[in-house]
């Protein structure tokens, strides 16, 4: 036992000894005369919220820099830097001394080599009395220890890339200066950046500046209590408070957290303003609002001959026929490189060097050179001519503009506009992808062309045997399917003849085509698993291709079982009447034998819930886009419930029966469950509840009763649902609440609204829109439905600019203690349900 005491004791001493190895403090927050640090050691302030001391920063060489980061945050944050545009060496560090000297704090080697001084010029201060200190807000004071006025030197006047609460960014009207932020270089670079932030004393506000003088964001007019442009940094903010201050020496503007938080203001190296908080369960930084909102926003953020997408993954990307100065990946901290040519022009040759690829709906770069030309092709040929001079041209309006550097070229997204057209210059090497139709190259094109012309004969004449040979085979199983081997009756094939499932007063109703199975089974290849995209509880559903290319959603019920019939005839009559841009369209339905189809637009990104619940796929799904999926589904649901010929009632809206298409509009699917009511009709009841649980209202679930206010409730869980990005049931045996509802009441009720949001939209949200959010769909989950909104008024709550909007009452909190399924329930009777406890037995799911 004593051995492995001593050997538990020996362990402790080692590794409290390494600890001391990388910092080792002083235990003092303040560096009096004769004192000094040097090397491994530091000083800590008296509440041990931060450290000042020697850190180390550089990817391919070890520089050295005397700086202030918080004591107790992981990873090492840098909130000021002394000597960021003179590093120490390895060399250096050896007798490299922080101390009081000659009136001055100074950084300084044994040999009197300088690397920072505070630079104090008065023959007035004792340097015996001379004291710096660490304050416990991060700011280091030099001052005269026997005497209490201002300090003569202290950091917060002389910023790196942090501002911390109780500094100023001040303008000095007696030197007519500005203390300005400075962002670093890059990510392991401390010295200068490209950014910089500054005050603008006359409009009150503050300026995003790129080289120095380059102004391409602004925080807006402060108008006593916000930042026009920037609403979220303001003076009645619950984490903290923005202050500013005028008076006959200066104007600043300065901030004080409203509890213990950590918060810093950071100039970001992409040029961002952040506001990041400490989130201390989480053991991370995180964003609270960002200025610019997207990086493509920052000027020139890609560097040069790139161009900014927002739309795309990585944001930035070289022009065709350039690649990024360094060899490694892009990398989105460090714009000041932009990219380099693959290969040179060879300009001289005489031989007018190069082409051109199209670039179109950009933005035109700045500071380009305007040439005469009197039209696109005179534009093309004055800048093939200048080799050396000209790598981009523009025939806009007409007027020719040619670039030599292309700088901060950004692509335009259909949203945005048409924009304009560049033509980049490509070298002979990149001619393959070049627009420039004068080749001279008459005989490779020639082969080219009769090459293709025999590809597509041969590939027709394959694609018609091909469809020949599966018409053939489909009209074999259909038959064998259908009446299992047996002969299919050419009476039951046929639309007119099919009486057992939609009789004639239905075919009258409906507004689709009938499609006969063997179609079908061409079109999916024989219902291949490899096409198969979902199952349902009535049935798979399938991707098929008709013969003309055109792509469809394939709903195929079970041929084994007569469930569903009534949902069936439902939905291809109803559906079939309505047309909205957010309601999937259906093309057409096919019935043979025991095989009911229906057939929809296809729907590539599938269902909403596929993207908002996937950690992976989420982050795709920005602010703005959430936003417009919540416009789209309540613009759906209002014409379903007011707008349509019939007043129809969904009953089963949730995230998975929203589909996404290309362009990810939301449009609402699956009316199997859906009901006509009366035009002055806004409920009904059933004995058959049916529905999925988590979206059905209290009053359904309990009374059988149904609404327009029942799909609102639905609405209101799929709003809360898309805005945090968990599932209303997926809180099963949590310990914080027992559904999203609960969750989202509890944050309300304590002003922690903003905390719900899924954290891949801390850096794209708009906070204002995320609390009209949250807001209406807690309105829409009230208990009482007479206490929801219409989906009239829903609509115009989340169209309004206006922040004032009606408290939400506490929503119903109904969870669940037994569910036998976790999708759909439906029973012959309403299931067993109290405020607090559910008990639901599935029959049959969907």
Known sequence: MKLQHYSFLLLFVILTCLSLSIHQSLGVDMIAVNQSISGSQSVVSSGENFELGFFKRGNSKNYYYLGIWYRNVNPETIVWVANREKPLSATDMDSVELKVLDGNLVLITESK????????????????????????????????????????????????????PNAKVRYDKRTNTSRILTSWKNSEDPSPGVFSVEMDQSNKQFLIKWNGTEMYSASGSWNGHIFNLMPEMSLNSDRYSFTYVDNENESYFTYSPRNSSKIRLTLDVSGQIRHMIWAENLKEWQIFTSQPRQPCEVYASCGAFSICNKE????????????????????????????????????????????????????????????????????????????????????????????????????????????????????????????????????????????????????????????????????????????????????????????????????????????????????????????????????????????????????????????????????????????????????????????????????????????????????????????????????????????????????????????????????????????????????ANTKKVVGTYGYMSPEYALEGVFSIKSDVFSLGVVILEIITGRRNTGFYQSKEASNLLVHAWNYWKEKRALHLLDHSLLESCNPKEAMKCINVGLLCVQEDPGDRPTMSNVMTMLRSESTSLPKPNQPAFVSRRNVSNSSSVSSGKPPSFSKIELTITVEEGR
């Open 312 to 683: 795309s993954a990585t944001f930035c990307n070289c022009l065709t026929g350039f690649t990024p100065r360094s060899d490694t990946e892009w990398d989105l901290n460090d714009h000041s490189g932009g990219c380099l040519r693959k290969k040179s022009l060879q300009c001289g040759d005489g031989k007018m060097n190069g082409r051109f690829l199209m670039n179109p709906r950009v933005t035109l770069p700045e500071y380009s050179l305007t040439v005469p030309a009197a039209s696109a092709e005179e534009c093309r040929f004055t800048c093939l001519s200048n080799c050396s001079l000209c790598n981009a041209y523009a025939y806009d309006n007409n007027v020719c503009s040619i670039w030599n550097e292309l700088l901060n070229l950004k692509q335009l997204s259909p949203e945005d506009g048409s924009g304009s057209v560049i033509y980049t210059r490509l070298s002979f090497s990149d001619e393959a992808h070049g627009e420039d139709a004068k080749s001279g190259k008459f005989s490779l094109k020639l082969k080219v062309i009769i090459s293709g012309v025999v590809a597509i004969a041969v590939l027709l004449l394959c694609s018609f045997s091909y469809i020949y040979y599966r018409r053939m085979m489909a009209k074999r199983i259909a038959s064998k399917q259908s009446t299992g081997g047996n002969p299919v009756p050419q009476w039951f094939n046929k639309e007119r003849e099919a009486q057992n499932l939609i009789n004639e007063n239905d075919k009258q109703n409906i507004a689709v085509p009938f499609f006969y199975l063997e179609n079908i089974l061409a079109a999916t290849d024989n219902f291949s698993d490899v096409n198969k995209l979902g199952q349902g509880g009535f049935g798979p559903v399938y991707k098929g291709i008709f013969s003309d290319g055109q792509e469809i959603a394939v709903k195929r019920l079970s041929s084994q079982s007569r469930q569903g019939i009534e949902e069936f005839r439902n939905e291809v009559i109803l559906i079939s009447k309505l047309q909205h841009r957010n309601l999937v369209r259906l093309l057409g339905y096919s019935i043979t034998g025991y095989e009911q189809i229906l057939l929809y637009e296809y729907m590539s990104n599938k269902s909403l819930d596929t993207f908002i619940f996937d950690s992976t796929l989420s982050k795709s799904l920005k602010w703005k886009r959430r936003f417009e999926i919540i416009l789209g589904i309540s613009r759906g649901l209002l014409y379903l419930h007011e707008d349509s010929r019939l007043r129809i009632i969904h009953r089963d809206l949730k995230t998975s029966n929203i589909l996404l298409d290309q362009e990810m509009k939301p449009k609402i699917s699956d009316f199997g469950l859906a009901r006509i009511v009366e035009e002055k009709t806004t409920e």
């Open 113 to 164: 080599n300088s690397f920072w001084s505070t630079n104090i010029i008065s023959n007035t201060i004792s340097s015996n009395t001379l004291v710096a200190i660490l304050s416990d807000d991060g700011n280091l004071i030099l001052s005269d220890g026997s005497n209490s006025t201002p300090p003569l030197w202290q950091s917060f006047d002389y910023p790196t890339d942090t501002w911390l």
